[in-house]
């Protein structure tokens, strides 16, 4: 049973690499008694309108993006991800930026094939472009491919040791952390840091970098995520709380590109009431 009132403040559709469409995911977040779901596409808000027009009545929509970014204070660079809450899509800096990302993954994606297909793995670039059908193409995209062909049977699977994890694993050019913090909040957004303590995804940013962030504008931390052990999830509200940040927790729904359900973690309603007042943008929710 969802607290009431459910928020899930994190989920993918096929702008990025989720598997609903924008509109399903709208009527999947009512289907599953959300009373509030973000959607937040990597480095796209090509979603947002598709699911605003879908939008069920009694849902309220909050629209967002994870964007790629990457931490320069250790070599090699850390990759983490920025969700970003509520700016305008209009905003050209950040406009560009965005574009710039979405470009550089389809430069590295066509290298991982590349690298694939020296080893005499048979995936096709021009075929993993077309199932990503225009949305912004990632690592699942590709493991999609490696289970089309049989070589791997899941998406766990695909993104293994042996296969994109890391032998397959190529970095992306990603925008710097605080340039991405400074622009969210210049386009009038809420940046909150996604599942900052994932250690099972790589490595991790030390603390201090959550600090000098949080100085730079940075409003809050993912706590409640599947990919953080409850260890995990406790240090990072701990470090929110020293440091006053918000505490998020959400599904980061990616439809069957992954097993985690929308509304499996959920954010409080205060601090979705925060999250609001602190966006100064021309996005407002909106609601069904
Ligand atoms: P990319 O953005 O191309 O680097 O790919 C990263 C994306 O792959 C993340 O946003 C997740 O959706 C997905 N992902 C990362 N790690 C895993 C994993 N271990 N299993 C399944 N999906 C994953
Ligand atoms: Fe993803
Ligand atoms: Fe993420
Ligand atoms: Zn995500």
Known sequence: MLPRPAIDLHAHSTASDGTLTPAELVRAAADAGLAVVAITDHDTTAGWGP??????????????????????????????????????????????????????????????????????????????????????VGRPHIAAALIRAGLVATTTEAFGRDWLGERYRLPKEDIDVFRAVALVRAAGGVPVFAHPRASRRGRVVPDELVVELAAAGLAGLEADHEDHSPAEAAHVRRLAAELGLLVTGSSDFHGTHKTVRLGAHTTAPETYERIVAAASGVTGVASG
Not at 64 to 84: F, K, N, Q, T, Y
Request: proline share 7%; net charge negative.
């Open 51 to 136: 699911a605003v027009d879908a939008l069920p009545p009694g849902l309220t929509l909050v629209r967002g993006a994870e964007i790629s970014c990457r931490w320069h204070g250790v070599e090699p660079a850390i990759p983490l991800h920025l969700l970003a809450y509520l700016f305008d899509p209009d905003h050209p800096e950040l406009v560009a930026e965005l574009a710039r990302v979405r470009r550089a993954r389809e430069a590295r994606g066509e290298r991982i094939v590349e690298l694939l297909r020296a080893d005499g793995i048979d995936v096709r670039w021009t075929e993993i472009m077309a199932a990503a059908d225009g949305g912004t």
